[in-house]
C-alpha cells in the first residue's frame, strides 16, 4: 500500500510540473535590455512572438528597452536604486566597475554553484565564465559572442572608380583608400563623409589604434610592468589619423552627436563609405542594397585590420570571447530563482535561441525553398516595421553559450568571407587586454570617471577642439586623479598572477 501511494503521489507531481504553462497564471519576469531600434514602438501586449515564448515556458516576459546609446548610464542608475531594478539584467560591461561593485554589494545572485544543474548553461565555456567572474564567484551567464569580429568596412564600387581596386593591406594603403574616397565626397552636392563616425566611439579609436600598433586598453612593458595604452606611441598616431581625417572633411563634425541608431542609416542613404566596427555589418549592409535598391554587384568589402608599419597586423578584440552577460538580480525571490534559472537555460535550446534571435517564421522570418532563413518574405514586401515592433532587440537576451542553434541562413559570398575570419589563424592576431580578468580597487572606485575623461579628450582632439598639449594635460589629470594607482594596482596583480 506504502509502495502504491509512493508512485501515485510521484505520478500526481509529475502530472503538476508538466501542466506548469498551462495550469498555472505566467511567470512575469522583468527584463532590461538595450534597444536598437529606437525608431520603432516595440509591441508589448498583442505580441505573438512573446505569446510564443511564454506558451513554452510559462514565463512571460516584461521588457523595459533602453536605447544602447544611454544604455550605461541607465544600468549605472538602476543598480543605484535596488527598491526598481528588473528581475534580470543585459549588463553590456561585464568588467565595468558599477558591475563589480555592485556584485560584491549583493545586487545579483550568486549562481557559482547552481549552474552544474543546468545542462545548456552549464555547457559554456569556462574561460570565458571566469572571465565574467567577480572575486572568483560568477553572478552572471556570458552572452557569447566571435572574437574576431571587429575590422573595417568599404565601399568598393566608390573605391574602384576612384582607382583603388586592391583590398588595403598596409596603413598606408588605409589612408590611400581614405583620402580616394575624401575625393568622392567631393564630387557630390550631399553632406557625406568618408568614415561613418557617430557617438559611440570605443570601436572607431580602437580599431584605429590598435592597427597602428597599440595595445588595446593595457599594454606589458619589457619589465613585466602595466602600462596605460594610451602611453603607446602606436595608440597617438591612430589618434593622430582619426585627426588628420577629420580636418580634411572626411568625418561628420557633428558626430558626437549622432546616435549609433543612426549609423545603418547613414550608409544605406549614402552619406559615408567607411566604417571602423563589426565586419558583419558587411553583409547585412550589402543585402540591404540588394533588396531595397536592387543592386545586384557586390559593393561592400571587409578587412579584420591592416599592418602597422612594422609589418604586424594587430586586431582589435571586439570582444573577449562574450559581449557582457545576463545577471538575475536580488529582485527575484530566492524560492523563484530556479524558474528563473530554468527559463535562462531554456533561452540556451534551439526554440530558446530562434524565438529571441530571430521570433516566429512566416512573421519575422521565412524559409524558402532552398531551405536557408530570410528576413523578408518571397514576395519582397518592406517588413521592416513588421518585424522590429514585434521582434525588437529581443536578441539582447540572446546568450548562445552552445553556439548558433538557429536556422541557417543563406551562405553568401561576404557571408562565407565573413565566416573565413573564424580561425586560429586570426584569433592569434587579436590583441588582448592584460588586465581583463584582473582586479584593481582604484578601478572599482574609479575607472568609469577615468575611462570617461580619457574617452572625452579623444573625441576633442579628434575633433581639433584641443591640441597636443591639451592631450597631455588630460593625460597628466588622469594619472593624478587615479590613473597611476590604477596602473600600480594592475602591475601587482599582473606580476602576481605570472608568478603562480
Not at 50 to 59: C, H, W
Not at 226 to 255: M, N, T, V
Not at 280 to 301: L, M, S, V
Request: with cysteine.
Amino acid at each position: 500500500m506504502k509502495k502504491f501511494l509512493s508512485l501515485l503521489l510521484a505520478a500526481m507531481m509529475l502530472l503538476s510540473m508538466t501542466s506548469f504553462a498551462a495550469a498555472e497564471e505566467p511567470f512575469v519576469l522583468t527584463v532590461m535590455l538595450p534597444d536598437f531600434y529606437t525608431d520603432y514602438d516595440f509591441n508589448t501586449t498583442d505580441n505573438p512572438v512573446l505569446d510564443a515564448i511564454e506558451a513554452a515556458t510559462g514565463v512571460r516576459l516584461d521588457v523595459q528597452f533602453v536605447a544602447n546609446s544611454a544604455y550605461g548610464d541607465q544600468t549605472s542608475y538602476t543598480l543605484a536604486d535596488p527598491a526598481n531594478m528588473p528581475m534580470v539584467m543585459a549588463l553590456t560591461g561585464a568588467r565595468d566597475p558599477i558591475v563589480i561593485t555592485s556584485a560584491q554589494a549583493g545586487a545579483f545572485w550568486d549562481i557559482t554553484d547552481m549552474i552544474k544543474d543546468y545542462p545548456n548553461l552549464a555547457a559554456g565555456s569556462q574561460g570565458i565564465y571566469d572571465n565574467i567572474s567577480v572575486d572568483g564567484r560568477l553572478y552572471g551567464i556570458y552572452r557569447a559572442r566571435q572574437q574576431v569580429r571587429g575590422g573595417i568596412y568599404y565601399r568598393s564600387d566608390i573605391a574602384a572608380a576612384q582607382g583603388i581596386t586592391e583590398e588595403p593591406q598596409t596603413i598606408e594603403d588605409l589612408t590611400k583608400l581614405a583620402y580616394a574616397l575624401l575625393e568622392h565626397c567631393k564630387t557630390t552636392e550631399a553632406d557625406d563623409y568618408v568614415l561613418n563616425m557617430v557617438k559611440y566611439v570605443a570601436g572607431t579609436i580602437g580599431i584605429a589604434t590598435v592597427s597602428h600598433g597599440a595595445p588595446f586598453n593595457w599594454g606589458v612593458n619589457e619589465a613585466g610592468e602595466i602600462y596605460p595604452a594610451h602611453q603607446s606611441p602606436a595608440y597617438r598616431e591612430g589618434l593622430k589619423w582619426l585627426r588628420d581625417l577629420y580636418a580634411a572633411g572626411g568625418i561628420d563634425p557633428d558626430f558626437m552627436n549622432v546616435e549609433s541608431g543612426e549609423w545603418d542609416k547613414i550608409e544605406r542613404n549614402g552619406l559615408a563609405f567607411m566604417r571602423f566596427d563589426c565586419m558583419d555589418n558587411t553583409y547585412r549592409q550589402q543585402e540591404w542594397f540588394e533588396k531595397n535598391e536592387g543592386i545586384t554587384d557586390i559593393i561592400w568589402a571587409m578587412i579584420p585590420g591592416v599592418k602597422d608599419d612594422d609589418g604586424v597586423m594587430k586586431l582589435w578584440p571586439q570582444n573577449a570571447g562574450y559581449s557582457g552577460e545576463i545577471v538575475i538580480t536580488k529582485a527575484v525571490k530566492e524560492a523563484d530563482l530556479p524558474k528563473v534559472l530554468s527559463f535562462l537555460d531554456w533561452c540556451n535550446t534551439a526554440e530558446g535561441q530562434t524565438l529571441l534571435n530571430c521570433g516566429l517564421e512566416g512573421v519575422t522570418y521565412w524559409i524558402y525553398d532552398d531551405g536557408y532563413m530570410y528576413t523578408t518574405p518571397a514576395t519582397g514586401e518592406d517588413v521592416a516595421t513588421q518585424i522590429h515592433t514585434i521582434q525588437g532587440s529581443l536578441n539582447q537576451l540572446g546568450m548562445n553559450v552552445m553556439g548558433s542553434l538557429t536556422p541557417t541562413v543563406a551562405q553568401t559570398a561576404l557571408r562565407k568571407e565573413y565566416a573565413g575570419y573564424y580561425t586560429a589563424e586570426y584569433t592569434n592576431l587579436i590583441v588582448n587586454d592584460p588586465c581583463h580578468a584582473l582586479t584593481s580597487e582604484t578601478n572599482i572606485m574609479m575607472g568609469t570617471t577615468l575611462s570617461q575623461m580619457l574617452e572625452d579628450a579623444h573625441v576633442q582632439y579628434i575633433a581639433g577642439i584641443i591640441d597636443d598639449a591639451g592631450l597631455e594635460a588630460v593625460y597628466e589629470e588622469w594619472a593624478a586623479l587615479g590613473g597611476d594607482a590604477m596602473t600600480a594596482e594592475y602591475t601587482a596583480a599582473y606580476q602576481a598572477a605570472q608568478a603562480k
